[in-house]
């Protein structure tokens, strides 16, 4: 069974770079898509962007200006950046396999990134 | 973006009822591409129901998912109480992907 987990700093500073990296592991990133969601406090989740394993993407556009998603196969890992973020990025944000019109059947545990000074 | 709107947006059930959550879209998504989650508080959620009435890996049957164009159900026909808990309908066909606001439910 495939299983995720996120990891990066869970304090970002206003107007920095978010950095995240999903480790897929007991399992392969072959032929599939990888998205990442995010759910800020109390509120609903909102899809950031998918990424196939051999790395053509898809962004939410009320966020493509200012993400980008990369894959690396040899790691198992797929990463997220989200630049210059504000206190409206601050959020849980999930690893999920799914997107490319797929549903999203494997979730990471989701880590929280606190956006503030 | 396909908005998707769920409804109640509480809902207040005993155990052993039966619960009737809705996902209504603003155009027509396929049933192919929509599918529910199941959120328990501090967790990830979880696949519930994909092709809006698939049942997904190890979902016991008392979960169905029901509908088509722009009207989605998810029933659970007898409550347990593991079953209180946050649920929230995605279309995933048309970019950008979206999710509903979510339904929780809770205990009467």
């Known amino acids: 069974q495939v299983q995720l987990q996120e990891s990066g700093p869970g304090l970002v500073k206003p107007s920095e770079t978010l950095s995240l990296t999903c480790t897929v592991s007991?399992?392969?990133?072959?032929?599939?898509?990888w998205s990442w969601n995010r759910q800020p406090p109390g509120r609903g989740l909102e899809w950031i962007g998918y990424?196939?394993?051999?790395?053509?993407?898809n962004y939410n556009p009320s966020l493509k200006s200012r993400v980008t998603l990369s894959v690396d196969t040899s790691k198992n890992q797929f990463s997220l950046r989200l630049s210059s973020v504000t206190a409206a990025d601050t959020a849980v944000y999930f690893c999920?396999?799914?997107?490319?019109?797929?549903?999203?059947?494997?979730w990471g545990k989701g880590t929280t990134v606190t956006v503030s000074s | 973006e396909i908005v998707l709107t769920q409804s109640p947006g509480t809902l207040s059930l005993s155990p052993g009822e039966r619960a009737t959550l809705s996902c209504r879209a603003s155009?027509?998504?396929?049933?192919?591409?929509l599918a529910w989650y199941q959120q328990k508080p501090g967790q990830a959620p979880r696949l519930l129901i994909y092709g809006a009435s698939g049942r997904a890996t190890g979902i016991p049957d008392r979960f169905s998912g029901s509908g088509s164009g722009t009207d989605f159900t998810l029933t659970i026909s007898r409550l347990e109480p593991e079953d209180f808990a946050v649920y929230h309908c995605q279309q995933f066909g048309v970019l950008p992907y979206t999710f509903g606001q979510g339904t929780k439910l809770e205990i009467k």
């Open positions: 155009e027509s998504v396929s049933s192919r591409l």
């Open positions: 990424i196939y394993y051999s790395g053509s993407t």
């Open positions: 999920v396999r799914g997107g490319g019109g797929y549903h999203m059947d494997v």
């Open positions: 007991s399992g392969s990133m072959s032929s599939s898509f």
